[in-house]
């Protein structure tokens, strides 16, 4: 026998179905809006990736070429696409802080470098730890600046970091990466160097001493990578 719905009913049925439908459908338009923001968003990004890639080239092949002051500017300008950039993207703005810091320093202005590159250590410290190449550089970087200041007190302490530090890095990569093995003593080789010349600007003889001891031992042990 066929079942007749009372018209109350069937006002009721095609109600619930019209919220279904209407429900479904403004989950369509959501989906469709999140779509076109996460787009928007992609696009955005793209711009700012191309922006800052090209200027942090620019801004290096400058410092490359002496054009210091050009430099300046153009570091700064990849430090403000940088902030646009997502918030993984930590080392892409902590370069710009030391390329610009090392157009200071080339221009023998220490403390307008020391405030860059102290900056770019803080960014950093979120992906960057006391083993990473990258922030024994720094330290380097960071000597070299008290160094021109005339301060050799912290001038040695950061070219001590930035050795040990180095030092730790090279000791963590274990047998992988030879390319970077050869760097890396060469790296320290450096390092000892300045130290070896601000201890002597400073006729600390005692650490003189001590540092050209531990420059004689460490060539010895990596006179392989040294003599390449």
């Known amino acids: 026998m066929i079942q007749h719905f009372r018209p109350s009913r069937l006002i009721l049925i095609t109600f619930c179905l019209g919220g279904v439908f209407s429900s479904i459908y403004g989950q369509e338009i959501r989906d469709q809006k999140e779509a076109e923001r996460i787009y928007r968003e992609s696009l955005e990004q793209s711009k700012y990736n191309k922006l800052y890639f090209d200027e942090a080239d620019r801004c290096r092949q400058l410092n490359r070429e002496q054009k210091h002051q050009e430099a300046i500017l153009s570091c700064r300008r990849s430090i403000a696409y940088a902030e646009k950039l997502p918030a993984g993207q930590v080392l892409e703005r902590q370069a710009g802080y030391i390329q610009v810091g090392i157009a200071f320093l080339r221009q023998r202005r220490p403390k307008e470098a020391l405030n860059y590159f102290e900056k770019g250590i803080v960014i950093g410290r979120s992906v960057l730890g006391e083993s990473d190449v990258e922030t024994g550089e720094i330290y380097f970087l960071i000597g070299q600046a008290h160094h021109i200041d005339g301060n050799t007190a912290k001038a040695s302490d950061f070219y001590d970091r930035a050795e040990r530090t180095i030092r730790a890095a090279y000791d963590e990569m274990g047998e992988d990466g030879e390319e970077l093995r050869e760097r890396y003593p060469r790296i320290i080789w450096h390092i000892l160097q300045a130290h070896l010349i601000l201890l002597e600007e400073a006729d600390e003889e005692e650490k003189m001493t001590a540092l050209r ?15 390449k």
């Open 213 to 227: 001891k531990r420059l004689h031992e460490f060539e010895l042990a990596f006179q392989k990578y040294l003599k």
